[in-house]
């Protein structure tokens, strides 16, 4: 029996699980280990180079741009991309492009980060902006619009941007910070939404081999809060304030699932992605047929690319066009909605902005 008074002895710390010398300074995430920080670095490293060689995401001398925002995933994502190529000697030429979508208090002050990482990573920066390409900066697209269909406006806009930018850098891929996280809500969200010819090709880790840039994703197995922890004990540089229009976007819902689900099991996102790449399309399901936009030249399965179709609703004081799902130009009310009316009830003709600077 212990003497009164005596000091309680102090626990035992707990060992790394993988080197068996140095405490352990965190939990992983995706496997619950109890590791160092330096594990933590090397099997976080390790596991992106082993996606990347099993998948072959890239050749000898070819030109990668990162997307980047000045975000966590993407920021990350240029700085391991970078130590990795410098390491095991992939060959690569890596830019940086981001797209700058005219979001004052928000976009403006990320790219402050991106700027900085130009510096701090030694890779030469690409922007491209809305309102050079489309004419149209996200603010003044909201002020038309309000809040409710913004982020369909920025998402198809910013795919279009990114695609536009790598051109000008004439890249040969588009590497994307979208994580593992990201992966299982794209899933989830096309299973509710129904969208057969999305679900079938949304956990590929390589996309856009049919389009202008073929797009990677390095971190498709790689959870966020390990991306967090990672930006966090490398004390990397980047910009962590959501976007001031995206509150109650519809993928968020998703996210708040997906974070309950790995707070029970945290299996449960890699599983997510495992059932959506075990998906099979049936043979007699219709799906789209790809082609190029008529109007600016960018892959589309209608005569109009969604970017263009929805560029004419605010061109021509119609912003709902496009919103939703529509059949494109086949549609005879959105044909006669593309012609318009002017004041003295007369149809106009088109004669607008192409969504675009450069020809596909």
Not at 3 to 29: F, M, W, Y
Not at 188 to 203: V, Y
Not at 280 to 291: D, F, V
Request: aromatic residues 8%; charged residues 30%.
């Amino acid at each position: 029996m212990e003497e009164a008074g005596a000091k309680p002895r102090k626990g035992v710390s707990c060992l790394c699980c993988i080197c068996d010398n140095r405490k352990a300074a965190l939990k992983r995430p995706k496997t619950l280990q109890q590791i160092c920080r330096e594990c933590f670095y090397e099997v976080f490293e390790e596991e992106i180079h082993q996606v990347i060689v099993k998948n072959h995401l890239f050749r000898p001398g070819e030109r990668i741009a990162v997307g980047a925002s000045g975000g966590k995933d993407s920021t990350v994502l240029a700085y391991v991309l970078s130590e990795l190529n410098r390491r095991h000697n992939y060959g690569l030429d890596l830019f940086l492009l981001s797209v700058d979508e005219g979001i004052t208090g928000y976009r403006d002050d990320s790219l402050e980060t991106v700027k900085r990482n130009e510096i701090q990573y030694g890779l030469p920066l690409q922007i491209v902006s809305y309102k050079d390409l489309y004419g149209w900066t996200m603010d003044e697209i909201v002020k038309m619009i309000g809040l409710k269909n913004n982020c369909t406006f920025c998402g198809v806009f910013r795919r279009q941007a990114l695609d536009r930018g790598a051109a000008l850098l004439k890249v040969d891929k588009l590497a994307t910070g979208h994580n593992a996280d990201d992966m299982a809500e794209t899933v989830l969200l096309n299973i509710l939404r129904g969208d057969i010819a999305r679900l079938s090709r949304c956990t590929a880790i390589i996309t856009g081999e049919d389009g202008p840039i073929p797009r990677c994703k390095p971190f498709k197995y790689t959870y966020e809060k390990e991306i967090v922890m990672y930006a966090y004990f490398k004390k990397l540089d980047y910009f962590s304030t959501e976007c001031i229009y995206s509150p109650n976007a519809y993928r968020g819902f998703a996210r708040e699932f997906i974070k309950d689900l790995e707070r029970i099991r945290p299996r449960a996102i890699l599983d997510i992605i495992k059932s959506g790449e075990d998906f099979r399309i049936s043979t007699s399901t219709k799906m789209p047929e790809q082609g190029t936009c008529e109007r600016c030249g960018y892959i589309s399965s209608q005569k109009w690319c969604k970017a263009c179709v929805l560029l004419e609703g605010l061109n021509r004081g119609l912003p709902k066009l496009g919103i939703g799902r529509s059949r494109g130009l086949d549609n005879e009310t959105e044909k006669r909605e593309m012609k318009g009316r002017s004041s003295d009830g007369q149809t106009r003709s088109i004669e607008s902005k192409q969504c675009g600077t450069l020809d596909f």
